[in-house]
């Protein structure tokens, strides 16, 4: 622990449970749909209402997405897993009890990597179980009572559970955010955080230095990012007030309250013995043999690690660069059609991380749906490369063309007038009028003063309108102060 990510004193602890919803057409052990926005209790069969007589029945394409994970992470596939019914009574829960994996789940250990502040982290999981989700209750619009819609029961889920590594709230959204990558690249989610696809439990705990782990609190259900830093910076400033108060930390799930940007508890949290654990009599062992791992693995796409390490291997991008360029299949594709057209790979990488994502950041928008093509992006940079238009200039047309004022990069600099000047007779005859015009900056750079070339730069782009090539002004600027 570095002194830097300690808070007032005290180091901070973050575990982190993940709930991922499996991208399957059917619930985890009844055929009932997934179809999110269904009218209430129209997509619960007799399994999900847990009906005399039914009999829960697994799912193969979840467990298939829970294979498909586990290679991703480079985890242990077990060759046999086992389902177990925790018990526990909500009213969305039919049964009393939900299935889940406890003792061997499919997925055991695994690591996933991503960057913080540009440098690598690496963070060990402990498992990655299948369960059923349970229903969802409804408080409002019920005259004082609460509605049951048990569309959801059944969904399936592979919840994902890491170490207890994380050190700091930018530490965790980073990982939120690689896993989230991570799940939608492969497919096995949508990661619509909105719908409740994509669900984060964050458990905090502070302590001294080299002290054994604190009592830690569960925040449940962040369904932001921004939620998930704000949530756990302020659970960790009420704990070390807590403790420094003269309480102890009690052990509790709590839920984040975005309008006061502050946690609440729900309840005081249940230790494992509590969900009095035991084999689902109703399922056998989940039994995976190799081969059946082997041919999810030979259909799996590249994953967002190995394309970054081919694009540093191939294209010489930073490995930062490349872990941008890898943030999601769309963002790689954007990458690669955008370097095709100009060969350009560190350029494309700049602008993506650039313009591109403060435009969307500011719309909203998605870079598949970005109004300027990859194709035309690659033109803009070959404009700069051959030393058509200047940097600046650059952007100006990219204003234009993102914002529909004009249809291709050529149109839209000879609308605005933007081609550099390069014929260097012309710009001799400015330099010369700008030197004889300012004498004293040239005395002042002759006897030592840097600051003053800058300022005859200045001048020069000034007399040429910002059309003169900055490179070229440059040169010719001290081939004329060396006369």
């Not at 204003?399 to 609308?415: K, P, S």
Request: hydrophobic letters at 40%; a negative charge.
């Amino acid at each position: 622990m570095t002194a830097s990510l300690l808070v007032r004193g005290y180091e901070v602890v973050i575990g982190f449970e993940t709930h991922a919803q499996l991208s399957t057409q059917s619930k985890i052990f009844s055929g009932a749909s997934t179809r999110f926005g269904a009218e209430p209790n129209t997509q619960a069969c007799a399994v999900d209402l847990a009906l005399p007589g039914s009999l829960p029945v697994m799912n193969r394409g979840a467990v298939e997405r829970a294979i498909q994970f586990g290679l991703a992470v480079s985890a242990t596939i077990a060759p046999m897993s086992i389902f177990a019914r925790k018990n526990y009574f909500y009213p969305d829960l039919p049964k009393g009890y939900q299935i889940s994996q406890y003792e061997i789940p499919v997925v055991q250990g695994g690591v996933v990597e991503f960057f913080v502040d540009g440098e690598p982290f690496r963070l060990n999981l402990t498992r990655a179980h299948l369960e059923e989700d349970a229903g969802k209750s409804l408080h409002e619009d019920h005259h004082g009572m609460t509605g049951i819609d048990l569309n959801r029961a059944g969904t399936p889920l592979l919840e994902i559970v890491t170490e207890p590594e994380l050190r700091s709230s930018k530490q965790a959204v980073e990982y939120a955010k690689a896993l989230h990558t991570l799940v939608v690249w492969l497919g096995m989610c949508d990661g619509n955080m909105q719908e409740g696809s994509f669900r984060c439990d964050a458990n905090v705990s502070v302590r001294r230095p080299g002290q054994p782990f604190g009592t830690r609190r569960e925040i449940k259900n962040l369904n932001s990012f921004r939620f998930l830093q704000q949530a756990i910076d302020y659970e960790i400033q009420w704990q070390i007030d807590q403790i420094e108060d003269g309480y102890e930390i009690v052990q509790a799930t709590v839920l984040f309250d975005p309008d006061t940007g502050e946690t609440r508890m729900m309840r005081t949290k249940e230790d494992a013995h509590d969900y009095r654990y035991f084999p689902d009599p109703d399922l056998p062992p989940l039994v995976i043999a190799p081969e059946w791992v082997e041919r999810v693995r030979s259909e799996m796409p590249e994953l967002p690690g190995a394309l970054a390490a081919r694009l540093q291997r191939a294209l010489g991008l930073p490995a930062y660069d490349a872990a941008m360029m890898t943030t999601s299949r769309a963002t790689a594709a954007y990458f690669e059609a955008a370097n095709a057209a100009c060969a350009q790979p560190k350029l494309v990488a700049n602008w993506i991380m650039g313009e591109i994502s403060k435009r969307l950041n500011a719309d909203g928008g998605d870079i598949a749906s970005a109004p300027v093509s990859p194709a035309t992006l690659g033109a803009l940079i070959n404009r700069i490369q051959d030393g058509t238009i200047s940097n600046n200039a650059a952007r100006q047309v990219f204003e234009a063309l993102w914002t529909g004022e004009g249809a291709d990069v050529d149109t839209v600099i000879d609308a605005k007038g933007l081609k550099q000047m390069n014929d260097s007779g012309a710009l001799e005859a400015i330099l010369d009028a700008v030197l004889a015009a300012n004498a004293k900056s040239v005395e002042d750079f002759r006897a030592g003063k840097e600051k003053a070339f800058g300022a005859l730069v200045g001048q020069a782009m000034k007399a040429t309108k910002g059309k003169a090539n900055p490179a070229q002004v440059n040169e010719l600027l001290k081939k004329k102060l060396a006369g």
